[in-house]
């Protein structure tokens, strides 16, 4: 047995263990909801639409170098494991609410913690709830996500929306369940308008309908330095604002939050947080 698979089976039996309980760590210090979910939309038809991973390329991802670099999702004792597992308690609520399957994560400043939150979220959706959970890096100035997962992506997002590849001869199995990720491929200077454009547009309605009953995970870049969360941001049901304690100032967040202005952002991460 791989040692990935090995701890998957351990977090299962750590999670009958507990019986489904959280431990809740000074929840709501450290995620605080921004705004109220968007309640008009109509729910979308959930009809079961099975994931097709037949060509994704399959891949082992390591384990300790996943606790390295913070994806703490696998590690279900871990402190930040249970603000992650807080989080998507309350952005799947929301989106349950407003009838929405796609999540956009981004921060004010580069460097706060946004990929790594994409990775932690997208792995609890899909490892924890058993829901078929696609992670999209769309930072593709700094496509980083197939780097902390531990894998080569030579192609990604990037070819797809510069050349004519298949879709699904870019998506990767990351060796756990219910999980598949699309990298970024080689890093593009003018990702903005590649984001903006017709064929990332008709690729995130294909996405949305095809994959109805999955969750979408989009890893952007930041806020502040970058126009392609905003631009992107039209394009899905709710944003999460990653904090970086002790780092992002209160005129980041307010100079953010004017900008997220009338968006439906769900809630915020207070990231990289010591604990007490
Ligand atoms: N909760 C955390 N605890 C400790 N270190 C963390 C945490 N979250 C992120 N980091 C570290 O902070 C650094 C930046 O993280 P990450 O790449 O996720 O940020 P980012 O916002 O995506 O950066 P960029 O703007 O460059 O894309 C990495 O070294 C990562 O391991
Ligand atoms: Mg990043």
Do not use: C, W
């Not at 431990?23 to 210090?29: A, G, H, L, W």
């Not at 009809?47 to 913070?70: F, G, H, M, N, W």
């Not at 929405?100 to 460097?111: C, R």
């Amino acid at each position: 047995m791989s040692k990935l698979k090995k701890a998957l089976e351990r977090a299962k039996e750590t999670r009958k263990a507990e019986s489904g309980a959280f431990k809740r760590s000074e929840p709501e210090k450290q995620i605080t909801p921004l705004a109220p979910p968007e309640t008009n939309k109509k729910q979308p038809s959930r009809e079961k639409v099975k994931p097709t991973y037949k060509r994704s390329r399959v891949i082992e991802i390591d384990q300790a170098s996943l606790k390295k670099d913070k994806i703490i999702s696998l590690f279900l004792q871990d402190q930040t494991a249970d603000q992650i597992r807080i989080l998507r308690t309350q952005i799947l609520e929301r989106l349950k609410e407003s009838g929405g399957n796609s999540i956009l994560i981004s921060s004010a400043n580069p460097g706060e913690g946004k990929t790594i939150t994409a990775i932690n979220l997208a792995i609890s959706i899909a490892h924890e709830i058993n829901r078929t959970t696609l992670l999209v890096d769309a930072d593709l100035r700094k496509p980083f996500i197939h780097k902390y997962l531990g894998f080569e992506a030579e192609k990604g997002l990037s070819q797809y929306l510069t050349g004519d590849l298949d879709l699904a001869d870019l998506l990767i199995n990351p060796g756990i369940d219910k999980l598949t990720v699309l990298p970024g491929g080689r890093p593009l200077p003018n990702s903005t308008e590649l984001l903006g454009a017709p064929r990332m547009q008709s690729l995130v309605k294909e996405l949305k309908s095809r994959y109805s009953d999955r969750y979408i995970v989009y890893d952007t870049p930041s806020i502040l330095t970058r126009a392609d969360p905003i631009v992107f941001s039209h394009n899905v049901d709710g944003i999460v604002l990653v904090i970086e304690a002790e780092r992002t100032s209160n005129k980041d967040l307010q100079r953010t939050m004017e900008l997220l202005k009338d968006k439906p952002v769900l809630g915020t991460l207070f990231n990289k947080a010591r604990s007490v």
